[in-house]
């Protein structure tokens, strides 16, 4: 713990939670927008965000906006994938449970990815690929995810990424949007009703305590992802995410 006292160690400390408060706005923000999050001076955030800049880290758009750089994305491509690695006893847990295809997803600018994912052993199933993007507001994993955030951000993400109609059962509006959200606040999990794909049902949850967005997610055709299906999904649910959480705890310390 003496070592987090050291001004190297520090200014590493401080430039990371830099890159973390752009992650969280969107990916891109204002310095001013940075000064207002942090009790950093305004020196010190123009001095870090400088360095930063000169090793690719961060950008400077020609708005004199910060954003998150290019040499982040082979960083996060591998840390997705050791995310996927941790989770995947989880996943193939949740199929061997319920019979149904289990994934994975993080929060991404203002769509989500998805960095794992174990197939159901059916023949007539949901496959997801690890790496696929989906929106935030009609998938199971995104309504989870949105589920956590402040509401501000929520319609920051929504109206950037814009709310197309997968099916003619995805939410279209804003005000629905939030309603839904939150009965997913209150009831600790999302459902997609078919509004990603016709005649698949997803139930998602939100893994809490996570250092970035994240939700798990079990999902099949409606024929076999009923009403008897939602219990038994969402108590499985609820103890993978938890077996998760406590994974990424460990790891984080």
Known sequence: MTAK????????????????????????????????????????????????????????????????????????????????????????????ELGESANLAVLDGDMVTYTGQVPSPHSMRMNTEVGRRANLHNSGVGKAILATLDDERITRLVLQAGMPAATEHSISTLPALMAEVEQIRAQGYAVDEEEQEIGVRCFAMPVSGAPTPMALSISGPISRVGEDFAVKAVDALKRATGTISEALTGVSA
Do not use: K
């Open 5 to 96: 006292t050291s001004s190297g160690v520090q200014s590493v400390e401080r430039a990371f939670d830099l890159l973390e408060l752009i992650a969280r706005a969107g990916g891109e923000c204002t310095l001013s927008e940075l000064a207002e999050q942090t009790p950093l001076p305004l020196p010190t955030i123009h001095r870090l965000l400088r360095t930063l800049v000169g090793i690719g880290h961060v950008r400077q758009l020609p708005n004199r906006r910060y954003a998150l750089g290019p040499r982040l994305i082979r960083l996060g491509e591998v840390a997705n994938r050791q995310l996927g690695a941790l989770a995947a006893p989880v996943l193939r847990s949740l199929v061997q």
